[in-house]
C-alpha cells in the first residue's frame, strides 16, 4: 500500500505511528522537549477511532504504572518522556523488567543532571544502556536517527517487545524530536485480538491464574530467574544488533555516533574527505545490544577512532570494550544542550588521532 | 470410640460446619495470629466466587503484609510497586474496561507513599475498587509508624509515642477521598466482631455490584489491628483497637450514592 507522505515534529510522528501502528494505549505526562506526544495524540482523539486509550496521569510515576497495569493484561501500550521524567520513570521499568512485561518507552532526551535544560543532549546512554533502575536487567534501546526513525521504530519497538518479553526504549533526543522532516507513514493497522497466555484478563476455569509479580523471596529461585534474563539479554545480543555503515570500506578513522550526533557525524565524513582525510562513520541503531562484534572488526582496518556523543562521554565505554585496545580510542562530544558541529569533529579527529 | 490420630480423620461431611472458601487456595496465610487481614480476605473471596466473577476479576496486590495476597485468592492478579496499585489498576481497567478491578492495600502503602495515586485515581473517577485495610502501623517491615500511627502510640520509629509536634499528624484518607467528586461509594468497616464482618462483606458486596455498574471509584476501608506490630495479644490489639482507633477512625459510611 503507498504510504502517506507528510511533514512532522519527530515527537508528532511517534503519536501517529503509534495509532497506524495500532497501538491498545498510551499513558503519559508533560515535560519538554517531549510533550507534543500528548499533545498530538489528545487532538488526534485515536480512542473514537482505534479505541486507542490516551491518558494524561498525575505524574511520570503514576504513568508508568498504568503502562505496566495495561501491559500485564497483555496490551500493547506505550510511554513518553523526557530525561528528568524518565529518572522518575525508573521504579516502574526495573518492575516492568522483572516482570518480563513488553512495552515502549520513549525518552526524548534533554541535557542534565537535574533539571538541567530543555536543550538536546545524549547524556542518559548509561541509563537507557545500563539497565537504569535498581536490579541486573536490560531494555532493548533503539536510537532513531531522523523523524522517519522516529516514526519507524513504534511498530519495530513492539516487534521487539513482545518478541522478547522485554521493555523497549526508544532513546531519542530533543533535536529530532522537535524537528520537523518529511515522513512516510504506514497505512492504519487494526489493533490486535490475540491475548497472550500469560496475560491477566480474568482467570477462566480452563486455565491456572495468570500472576504479573517481580518478586520472589527465594534466593535460589530468584538466581534461576535472573539467570534465565540473562540468558534472554544474550539472545537479544545473538539476533538484534543493528547498525549503519557510512563510507567506513576505505576508512583509516572511524567515528562512531547515534541519532543527532550520527546526524552531524555525516557531514563532518564529507568535511573529513574534502581534507583529505578518509573517514567513516558507524552508526548503531540499537544500542542494546551494541554492535560490539562490527567495531572490533573495523577495528581491524583503521588507525582511530572517535566517539561522538553529546555527553562527557558514556557510550565510549562500550566503544572501547568493543575494540578492546586494537587501536587508540578517544571521545568528543558537547555538553549542557549544545549540539557537536561537524567542523569540531573533523578538528577534534585531526587533533587527537592524525596530529598536526 | 475410634482414636483420633490426625486431622485429616475427622474432616467428614456430617463434622463440617465451616470450611475454605472456594476461591482461597490451598497455600498457607502468611500472616500473624489474630490479624484481620486473613477475615478480610475470606470475605472478599466468598464475594468474588458468590458474585460469579472469578473470570472477570483483576486483583491487584500492593507491598506490605498482603504482598503475597495473590498466592490467596484464585483469580489473575498483577503485583504492584509500593503504593502504585491504584496507578497499575487504572492501566487494567481502562484497557478492559468490562472487567472488575480492585486493589488492596494497607495504610503505609495506600496513605504514604501512594497518597498521589490514590487520590488521582479517585479523582478521576476510576471504575475500581480500593479496599484498604488500615491498622496504623507499617507490618511487614516490623512496626514503624505509618501515616495512619494515631498520636501518641509507640511504634519502632516513634518509640516513646507519636507526637505530633515533631512526626505530624495521622491522615484521614477515606475522609479525604469522600470529599472527591469522583468517588461514588466510601465507607468504614472492621472485621474484629462477627456483627462487623458481616457489615463488611454487605459493604463490600455493594462496592463489587456498583463496579459491575460501572460506577466511580469505591473505597472501603477496614480499621484493623496488628497483635505483633502494637506488642499486645489478639484480644488485647482488638479492645485497643475498640478505645483507640474507632473514636479517630470511626466506623460508618463517609459517601454513599445519592439515589
Known amino acids: 500500500m503507498k504510504k502517506e507522505l507528510r511533514l512532522m515534529k519527530g515527537n508528532e510522528a511517534v503519536a501517529e505511528a503509534a495509532i497506524r501502528a495500532g497501538v491498545d494505549g498510551y499513558f503519559g505526562y508533560p515535560i519538554t522537549p517531549q510533550t507534543e506526544v ?17 491518558l494524561q496521569a498525575e505524574s511520570e510515576i503514576a504513568a508508568i504504572n498504568m503502562v505496566y497495569g495495561a501491559a500485564g493484561c497483555g496490551k500493547k501500550v506505550m510511554t513518553s518522556s523526557s530525561s528528568p521524567g524518565i529518572s522518575l520513570k525508573q521504579e516502574g521499568i526495573s518492575y516492568i523488567a522483572g516482570a518480563e512485561l513488553p512495552c515502549l518507552v520513549v525518552n526524548v532526551v534533554r541535557g542534565g543532571p537535574g533539571l538541567g535544560t530543555i536543550q538536546p543532549a545524549q547524556s542518559d546512554y548509561f541509563q537507557a544502556t545500563k539497565g537504569g533502575g535498581h536490579g541486573d536487567y536490560h531494555l532493548i534501546v533503539l536510537a532513531p536517527a531522523s523523524v522517519q526513525e522516529m516514526a519507524d521504530f513504534v511498530e519495530l519497538s513492539f516487534e521487539l517487545a513482545f518478541k522478547y518479553r522485554n521493555p523497549v526504549m526508544m532513546l531519542s533526543d530533543g533535536a529530532i524530536g522537535q524537528m520537523m522532516e518529511k515522513v512516510y507513514l504506514g497505512p ?3 489493533r490486535s485480538n490475540s491475548v497472550p497466555e500469560w496475560a491477566t484478563t480474568g482467570k477462566p476455569a480452563s486455565r491456572e491464574r495468570n500472576i504479573i509479580t517481580s518478586l520472589d523471596l ?3 529461585r530468584q538466581e534461576v530467574f535472573n539467570q534465565k534474563l540473562q540468558a534472554k539479554y544474550d539472545e537479544i545480543k545473538k539476533n538484534e544488533v543493528r547498525y549503519e555503515e557510512f563510507q567506513c570500506d576505505d576508512a583509516d578513522y572511524l567515528l562512531v555516533a ?4 550520527a546526524r552531524v557525524c555525516q557531514k563532518s565524513v564529507q568535511i573529513g574527505r574534502d581534507r583529505g582525510i578518509k573517514v567513516g562513520l558507524l552508526r548503531p541503531i540499537t544500542l542494546f545490544p551494541f554492535p560490539t562484534k562490527r567495531i572490533n572488526e573495523l577495528a581491524n582496518h583503521v588507525k582511530g577512532i572517535l566517539s561522538v556523543e553529546m555527553s562527557a562521554g558514556q557510550m565510549v565505554e562500550d566503544v572501547l570494550l568493543s575494540v578492546n585496545g586494537k587501536v587508540p580510542v578517544y571521545h568528543f562530544g558537547r555538553m549542557g544542550g549544545i549540539v557537536t558541529t561537524p567542523e569540531e569533529v573533523v578538528d577534534t579527529l585531526k587533533s587527537k588521532l592524525i596530529g598536526g | 470410640m475410634a482414636v483420633v490420630t490426625g486431622i485429616k480423620e475427622i474432616i467428614k461431611p456430617e463434622n463440617l460446619v465451616y470450611a475454605k472458601t472456594k476461591l482461597m487456595t490451598e497455600n498457607i496465610l502468611s500472616y500473624c495470629p489474630g490479624c484481620g487481614h486473613g477475615t478480610a480476605h475470606r470475605i472478599l473471596a466468598e464475594l468474588i466466587d458468590e458474585e460469579g466473577l472469578q473470570s472477570e476479576t483483576i486483583g491487584v496486590s500492593p507491598v506490605g503484609c498482603s504482598v503475597f495476597l495473590y498466592n490467596f485468592i484464585d483469580i489473575d492478579w498483577q503485583e504492584a510497586a509500593h503504593g502504585r496499585a491504584p496507578a497499575v489498576a487504572t492501566g487494567i481497567k481502562r484497557l478492559l474496561p468490562d472487567k472488575f478491578v480492585f486493589t488492596y492495600q494497607g495504610d503505609g502503602d495506600l496513605a504514604a507513599i501512594g497518597t498521589a495515586e490514590t487520590i488521582h485515581a479517585c479523582n478521576r473517577g476510576e471504575k475500581i475498587l480500593i479496599i484498604f485495610v488500615n491498622n496504623g502501623i507499617y507490618g511487614m517491615t516490623g512496626g514503624q509508624m505509618a501515616p495512619t500511627t494515631l498520636p501518641g502510640m509507640k511504634s519502632s520509629t516513634s518509640p516513646f509515642g507519636r507526637d505530633v509536634k515533631i512526626m505530624g499528624n495521622p491522615l484521614k484518607m477515606a475522609d479525604i477521598v469522600a470529599t472527591l467528586p469522583g ?9 474484629h466482631k462477627p456483627a462487623n464482618v458481616a457489615k463488611t462483606k454487605r459493604a463490600l458486596r455493594k462496592a463489587i455490584n456498583y463496579q459491575k455498574l460501572n460506577k466511580g471509584t469505591c473505597l472501603v476501608e477496614i480499621v484493623s489491628n496488628c497483635p505483633s506490630g502494637w506488642k499486645m495479644t489478639p484480644v488485647e490489639s482488638n479492645k485497643w483497637m475498640e478505645e483507640n482507633m474507632f473514636p479517630f477512625y470511626p466506623l460508618g459510611d463517609l459517601k454513599t450514592p445519592e439515589e
Open chain 1, 38 to 54: 500528548i499533545e498530538y495524540l489528545m487532538e488526534a482523539k485515536p480512542y473514537e477511532t482505534t479505541g486507542m486509550v490516551v
Open chain 1, 188 to 190: 492504519q493497522k487494526e
Open chain 1, 218 to 220: 527465594d534466593p535460589n
Open chain 1, 258 to 261: 547515534y541519532g543527532t550526533s
Open chain 2, 183 to 191: 468517588a461514588y461509594y466510601v465507607t468504614r468497616q472492621s472485621v
